[in-house]
């Protein structure tokens, strides 16, 4: 594997740091390397926008090459919204491009005294006076990068305005459009006055095995192609999946109150496709192309929103307009924010509006009357510029919630808001939700589409009723478990190839002898250490829990009356993961079994 690249920005210094065999091994790659690696630096006493926190930006050891989807990367760090482990995964062009340079990651702490981008250039490092470009939108920043640089086909990853102004779900943003969203890892980039980073290279990433490499690469795409779910995200794109979320009520409608939307087919992939979408996008390497592009003018190509900007923004707030929803998807891109985070925090606020617990004193004089497509967007801009009622929008649900009395309100989990994927449709997302590492969270295990009929019997993954409970709590880890490898090699959750696929191209590309046993144990080793890092930050099993709004039923749609048995879907839970009923801690004989003895000490020390 490649060294990775440690930046301190308070001194201007940098030097390649080779990552320990031993751990690719354990871990692969990716966010569960990336715990291991920081897992010393990660304590309770460090604050997110410190200058002593860090940012951890690392591939996987599929990354760069033309394997199934794996054009990817992923940040790690210390969430300023949540306060625990936080890790955000990209696609684009940036991660493979960043592997061409000859390293595998960049590892970032200190703080510039001025706004600074970083231009990582074949294995040179310099860093950049940035002063000009501070306060720019995201677009305008990457394009006035690679002006000054020179250099067209460079890829720049880039904050916005939100993250310098401390929007606490600010995000970072490369190619177009392409997003590492969730947990704020934006805001910290701005807190050390880094506004972008740029690379370009020309080498290619190693491969232990290449020739053995391009016929598992090639049969897996082959596989792909021929995937039928790849099929409808190609031609619908994420949101193609509208309407049957909304047919099964696991839609969120009217910030999770209700269980049906009518209007749904006003916003669905099918609909986009058939009036504004002109085009697709691919990450790198990626046959799927998931990715839309759709002209709301004529002559004028924008990045068009997936699944869930478009439920958090459309049936979320009641508001059922296609087109008023991209715009909100591209406002929150070019101010640079998580736009599930967004919708999320503002559909608390219409919700508590509507109790009458907040008014049009706290709101800048705004009526939030449901479905109002004016007054969402005018909330948005609000969170962009930091201005009146976006200031505390702009810390999250949480936060908003605790402020007026009324934190129970909240949909998040541990700081995190809910994505849009409601477990009263889809009852495995209790467990999903409530034991993420990062917060309420569908990217560690979308479970949904198990609950949907897609199981994986190979490995041991079992669809169960959509509504069933503690029978599938087992699934749910091992699934949680398979996610965390995708996460490890950075591979898209949307390239559903066969497992021993997955086990060939790993030990084509590392030089491993993996089984698909040692494998699954990865994942097993990845979340658990998670685990133990956000027991350290001060979580404890009590916090495995849903918000209110997901404990109570909703009273419409196909899954109205309906309330997950999450007490018994939860302990059955911590019985299949080995972990202590009492604290919550992963046991000494679990972490054994799984070559984890120092972690397993500090847990227990
Ligand atoms: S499926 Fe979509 S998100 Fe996943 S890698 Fe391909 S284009 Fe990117």
Known sequence: MQPILKIDLTRGVS???????????????????????LYNSLTRELEPFSPQAPLLYLTGP??????????????????????IWAESNCGGFWGAELRFTGYDGLWITGKSEKPVYLWVNDGRVEI???????????????????????????????????????????????????????????????????KAIAVRGS???????????????ARANRDLKEDNQAQVLHDLGTSGVADYSEYIGAMPVKYYHRGSFPEVDKISGSTMAETILVGKSACHGCVIACGRVVELETGKRQKGPEYETVEIFGPNLLHADLRAVTRLGDLCDRYGFDTISAGNTIGLAFHLFEMGIIT??????????????????????????????????????????????????AVQVNGLEVACHDPRGASGMALTYATSPRGACHNQSDYFFVDWGHSLPELGIEAFDRHGGSEKSASVALHQNWRTINNALVMCHF???PSESVVELVNAAGGWKMTLA????????????????????????????????????????????????????????????????????????RMNALGMPEIASDLWA
């Open 518 to 589: 040692d494998l699954l144990s990865a994942g097993e080793r990845g979340w658990n250490l998670k685990r133990a890092i956000n027991i350290r930050l001060g979580l404890t099993g009590a916090d495995d829990r849903l918000p209110k709004a997901l404990l109570e039923p909703v009273p419409d749609g196909n899954s109205a009356g309906f309330v997950p048995d999450f007490a018994a879907m939860l302990s059955a839970y911590y019985q299949a993961r080995g972990w202590d009923p009492v604290t919550g801690k992963p046991t000494l004989e």
């Open 15 to 37: 030097e390649p740091w080779q990552i320990p065999a031993k751990w690719q091994e354990q871990y692969l790659g990716g966010a569960s390397l990336a715990a291991r690696i």
């Open 203 to 217: 080498g290619k990433p190693p491969l232990a095995e290449p020739e053995r490499y391009a016929v598992a690469r």
């Open 128 to 194: 950049r006076d940035a002063s000009l470009l501070w306060g720019g939108e995201t677009y305008a920043t990457q394009e006035a990068v690679k002006t000054e640089l020179g250099d067209p086909r460079a890829r720049v990853l880039v904050i916005g305005p939100a993250a310098e102004r401390g929007v606490l779900f600010a995000g970072m943003f490369c190619d177009h459009g392409r997003t590492a969203g969730r947990t704020g890892l934006g805001a910290v980039m701005g807190s050390k006055n880094l």
């Open 495 to 497: 390239a559903v190839i």
């Open 360 to 409: 049009e004193k706290d709101t800048d004089g705004l009526t939030l009357a449901w479905g109002d497509g004016k007054v969402i967007e005018e909330l948005v801009h609000k969170i962009g510029r930091q201005e009146g009622i976006g200031v505390l929008l702009g810390k999250g649900s949480r936060i908003f919630g605790r402020h007026f009395g009324a934190e129970e309100e």
């Open 62 to 83: 599929l990354t760069g090459t033309l394997g199934p989807s794996v054009g990817r990367f992923v940040v790690c760090g210390k969430s300023p919204l949540t306060g």
